[in-house]
């Protein structure tokens, strides 16, 4: 018997049989079924987040997300937090933020700002050149402010709505519209044309582990509140990428009629 299986194809169950599908079609139906899913966990009925209408979906891919943060991120950013001194992870920090600026360039130019083009060009030449390939940020002790965007908020400047939340799964919150503009945000990456490989993907790690170790203490203040995690992270995402996409638009107010300012507020810090 021939167990091998062509590298274009993929295996699926018919009758109690495996039966091989071309990839082209096994692609297809897995988008029809994510498609079908997402259309299921549409929220209805009169207590549904007109920002959130597939919150279902969203709720149950964000228990998948906390239960592979509790399994491995945490437990690996806790451990990389207790091993590297303050002054390394800052370094670390500072690496991945300065690449993040050349890419933040490219959107402020498309989106006409040429202010905050120009600060994010002179960020990554100063801390390039003088702060060791951007482990020191030069830029900020000389005042120059980071202009951080993406291709998601280019698009929402052409015009573009940001469409409903979503999560994604191990990437976490987003939008629709900054779904569909990830890739390009990929392109964008400049750790994209690292080589080899093998280095290439410790950087990803890296970068990732040192995000998710930014994150611990507000994390863990947010474990111990008794609020919905959820509504508060999703509150608290859409209402960053507004300011990001309008800093004007801070008036207190949001554009959600049902919006509760006061919602999942966290209790204070204990001193």
């Not at 167990?3 to 599908?21: F, K, M």
């Not at 297809?28 to 979906?57: F, H, I, K, Q, V």
Request: with cysteine; proline share 8%.
């Amino acid at each position: 018997m021939n167990n091998n299986i062509h590298p274009q194809s993929s295996v699926t169950r018919q009758g109690g049989a495996l039966v091989r599908l071309p990839a082209r079609r096994a692609a297809a139906a897995a988008t029809l079924a994510l498609g079908s899913l997402m259309l299921a966990g549409c929220a209805t009925g009169p207590d549904a987040n007109p920002r959130d209408p597939l919150e279902p979906y969203n709720r149950t891919v964000t228990d998948f997300n906390d239960g592979v943060d509790r399994a491995v991120l945490k437990p690996v950013a806790t451990a990389y937090r207790e091993v590297m001194p303050s002054p390394v992870r800052t370094g670390v920090s500072n690496f991945f933020a300065n690449l993040g600026d050349i890419w933040s360039f490219v959107n402020n130019v498309l989106q006409f700002r040429g202010s905050e083009a120009m600060d994010s060009l002179v960020r990554f030449n100063v801390n390039t050149v003088f702060g060791l390939g951007g482990v020191l940020d030069i830029a900020s002790e000389m005042g120059i402010p980071r202009r951080k965007t993406d291709f998601g908020l280019t698009l929402g400047r052409w015009g573009v709505p940001t469409g409903p939340y979503l999560v994604l799964p191990l990437l976490g919150p987003s939008t629709v519209r900054d779904t569909v503009a990830l890739p390009v945000d990929v392109q964008g990456n400049p750790l994209r044309d690292v080589d080899p490989v093998s280095a290439r993907n410790q950087l990803y790690v890296l970068r990732v582990v040192d995000k998710r170790a930014s994150l611990l203490a507000a994390g863990n203040v947010l474990d111990t509140a008794a609020l919905d995690k959820y509504s508060f992270t999703r509150d608290v995402f859409l209402r960053v990428r507004s300011l990001e996409m309008d800093p004007s638009s801070d008036d207190g107010k949001d554009d959600d009629s049902s919006y509760d300012p006061n919602a999942g507020k966290l209790p204070p810090v204990p001193n």
